[in-house]
């Protein structure tokens, strides 16, 4: 289990890793109207769920994925009527920064042959929504059996962010969200929509929910003023 801040001045959310930068803003805006900031932890959106199953006291659960939230639903571990799918992203192919990648993504394109040694960062494609997307996108593609030997599975989106900043990796797959929060790594190309599952951030309140103001930081993020801070950093609207 992750360890999590044993003390929440605000309600405890748990999220996924590629809504750093944009929830700590929103938490902020929050903050500013008067309210306890909310107490985030970050993970990989399959490390929190597990957390969640184990028992973890949180509040609020956002997760990069439906699939994760429909378990955590199945078992009885969120609030009921409280689920709500609010934000979308793009999926993107990144190099480090200055080592541009000649490749144009389409079906059958060259990816394995153009990493050539190198490997391909990508977030735990059997487990990570992040990485569940990029494995749906290069299937849907034709090219995982041959790029398949090369990933780098990583923890999380952002474990295999900084992989590729560190140009430990040749290329990487994440968010464009992602992609925006470093200077570090440069796109290379966007996976067409089409390819993949539509990538939905939802979020509900917890069966364990404690803190009296979880209701109405939910009420906030899903507000024209809350998607707003997460337009600020790339994502989109649902």
């Known amino acids: 289990m992750l360890p999590l801040p044993a003390l929440a001045a605000g309600p405890l959310v748990l999220a996924a890793a590629s809504l750093q930068e944009s929830l700590n803003a929103a938490a902020d805006a929050w903050a500013a109207k008067g309210h306890e900031r909310p107490v985030l932890s970050f993970a990989g959106s399959s490390a929190l769920a597990r957390q969640i199953e184990a028992g973890a006291p949180a ?7 439906e699939a994760w939230m429909d378990e955590l639903a199945r078992k009885g571990l969120i609030r009921r009527g409280t689920r709500a799918s609010f934000l979308s992203n793009r999926l993107v192919l990144i190099v480090p920064a200055g080592a541009p990648l000649d490749i144009a993504i389409r079906r059958g ?8 040694a190198g490997r391909l960062a990508m977030a735990d494609p059997d487990a990570v929504p992040a990485g569940r997307y990029g494995r749906q996108a290069l299937s849907s593609l034709g090219v995982w059996p041959q790029v398949a030997p090369k990933v780098v599975r990583a923890e999380n989106v952002r474990a295999a962010l900084a992989l590729v900043q560190r140009a430990e990796a040749r290329a990487g797959i994440v968010y464009a969200t992602d992609a925006r929060a470093t200077k570090g790594v440069a796109v290379a190309g966007m996976f067409p929509a089409a390819n993949h599952s539509r990538i939905s951030y939802p979020l509900a309140i917890l069966r364990t929910v404690s803190h009296p103001d979880a209701e109405r930081f939910r009420a906030f993020l899903l507000s024209p003023q809350g998607k707003a801070v997460f337009a600020r950093y790339g994502f989109g609207a649902k």
Not at 109 to 116: D, K, M, S, Y
């Open 109 to 116: 394109f060259p990816l394995a042959r153009r990493l050539g």
């Open 59 to 65: 509040d609020m659960f956002i997760s990069a994925d």
